[in-house]
């Protein structure tokens, strides 16, 4: 009986091979960018990426998470490059040291969006601080990101800037991309924060509309870092320079600006490459 | 739609193959080894069968993460990350099912051959023949789990385009892009890949019979 056990154990040994052709041998580690779910979503990337992999022959790894878990990916070196939008948290990431170089890119705005029969009031506040606070005071439903994302970390400043306390029944974390927690926003009739582009993106398939825009707590900025290496461990330093060198060039600002003409009629981004902070 | 459809039907397969060949002699093993040793690696399937993929996911990640023990290898968001996955995956499940199909197959039919003192060659022939599509299945079943699990493909292989992007990946993309018309033509495509991945296996296990 165990006579037919022994060609089987060669057959299973060979098949380990099986893996290796998958996988043809880099020379040199491709470049990954961390960035947030809401470039990805707006489908900014989609062509901005494969413009730079051909002027630079680099290839890119683009990993879309939200701007928290982006840089907690380049302070362990997970990552070359960041692209991402919580101004507060990339300083703090620049004080530790974990970052060669920080420049801005562009920016877009956020707004809030929420149903059309608006039960908290907000339509036309002056800012969204005011319309934050009375959200809260009406208990009116709004759906958070709740992860640590750059819209998430913007909108719990905003909380935090109406003296409101975000709890309770009325307040619904999704832990999902902003895309997502907007179809969940939109199926609740409820409130929520967004970046204009992502809205933009999806607001066919939305029953939301916008309540609170061009207020001026609702800049929404965006900044590529290049991440300082980590000691003996595999990192691309040149192929982040580089993305950041071209996402601040001519080049890239044109892409960036052009980007949502032909399908939203209007742009989702406004490039800011070399304008002061 | 082609190329996603084809690196997740080639991932899948690797993986599943990877799996057979780790699984299908250790199934053998269980059933007619002697060692005590069996019953805790059946244990271990058992166990695995309800491994979530996203623990697999997280722990190969984990493992190739450049911060990582393997960081080195610089294999994490390729292919080759999502079918090791895959293969740790879907070893439990071919191997119990391997399992259970020697179990109710082939214990009354080697004796029989051996007390007919049939040659040892023409046994293990015979013996292959009873004991194949019982391995198809088990082998079509690790397909199935390996090629519709979204969880470790995405962790292993970060859904990026024309690398690692895989149909169930690919779905979820759709779905926070709003794009739902192309959610549904990917989940399509999925079925219709399980669809001829059932057909091949009952062609297969009816030539045999």
Same mark, same amino acid.
């Given at each position: ?16 091979? &099986? ?41 890119? $790894? ?27 948290? *990339?300083?703090?990431?620049?004080? $530790? ?6 420049? &801005? ?49 913007? *909108? ?36 929520? &924060? ?67 003409? *032909? ?11 070399? $304008?002061? *902070? | ?14 993986? #599943? ?45 984990? #493992? ?49 051959? =051996? ?6 060659? =023409? ?13 198809? =299945? ?25 690398? #690692?992007?895989?149909?169930? #990946? ?40």
């Amino acid at each position: 009986m165990r006579s037919y056990l022994r060609p089987l154990t060669l057959v299973a040994a060979l098949g380990l091979g &099986l893996l290796a052709p998958l996988e043809p041998a880099a020379a040199e580690p491709s470049v990954i960018l961390a960035t947030t779910t809401s470039t990805q979503d707006t489908g900014l990337l989609d062509v901005l990426v494969p413009a730079f992999e051909k002027a630079s022959g680099l290839q890119v $790894k683009t990993i879309a998470v939200g701007t928290g878990a982006a840089l907690a990916m380049g302070d362990r070196g997970d990552a070359d490059v960041l692209l991402v939008h919580a101004p507060a948290a *990339e300083e703090a990431y620049m004080a $530790k040291g974990r970052g060669l170089e920080r420049a &801005l890119v562009m920016h877009n705005a956020f707004i809030v969006v929420g149903p059309s029969n608006d039960p908290a009031h907000v339509r036309g506040s002056a800012t969204a601080q005011a319309a934050f606070g009375a959200i809260a005071r009406a208990q009116a439903l709004f759906v958070s990101r709740g992860d640590d994302s750059g819209t998430n970390i913007k *909108e719990l400043a905003l909380w935090k800037a109406a003296g409101a306390d975000a709890a309770g029944p009325w307040y619904v974390k999704t832990g999902s991309g902003m895309a997502d927690t907007l179809h969940v926003a939109s199926q609740k009739g409820a409130y929520t &924060l967004t970046d204009d582009g992502t809205f933009l993106s999806q607001r066919a398939t939305l029953s939301l509309v916008p309540l609170v825009e061009d207020a001026k707590d609702l800049r929404n900025v965006y900044h590529v870092i290049v991440v300082k290496p980590v000691a003996n461990r595999v990192s691309n330093q040149a192929g982040g320079e580089a993305f950041a060198r071209f996402v601040t060039s001519a080049d890239g600002q044109r892409i960036i600006a052009a980007y949502g003409h *032909e399908k939203f009629g209007r742009p989702l981004f406004v490039p800011d490459a070399g $304008k002061a *902070e | 739609m082609l190329e996603i459809a084809a690196l997740s039907v080639a991932v899948s397969i690797v993986a #599943t193959l990877a799996a057979a060949v780790v699984a299908i002699p250790a199934a053998l093993w269980i059933v007619h080894g002697r060692s005590a040793a069996r019953t805790v690696v059946l244990a271990l399937f058992g166990a695995g069968l309800g491994l979530p993929p996203v623990a697999v996911g997280l722990a190969v990640a984990f #493992t190739f993460w450049r911060s990582g023990p393997l960081g080195w290898v610089d294999l994490l968001y390729t292919p080759t990350a999502m079918a090791i996955a895959q293969t740790i995956i879907v070893v439990p499940l071919i191997g119990t099912l391997a399992v259970i199909s020697l179990r109710t197959s082939d214990d009354t039919l080697a004796m029989q051959l =051996a007390a007919l003192s049939v040659p040892r060659r =023409a046994r293990f022939y015979l013996i292959a023949r009873e004991v194949a599509p019982g391995f198809a =299945a088990a082998i079509l079943a690790g397909f199935g789990r390996a090629v519709a699990e979204v969880g470790a493909a995405q962790m292993t292989g970060g859904n990026i385009e024309g690398q #690692t992007r895989v149909l169930t #990946t690919a779905t979820m993309l759709a779905v926070g892009k709003g794009e739902f018309g192309e959610a549904f033509s990917y989940v399509a495509v999925l079925l219709g890949i399980m669809a001829v991945a059932a057909g091949v296996a009952l062609t297969l296990q009816r030539r045999w019979a």
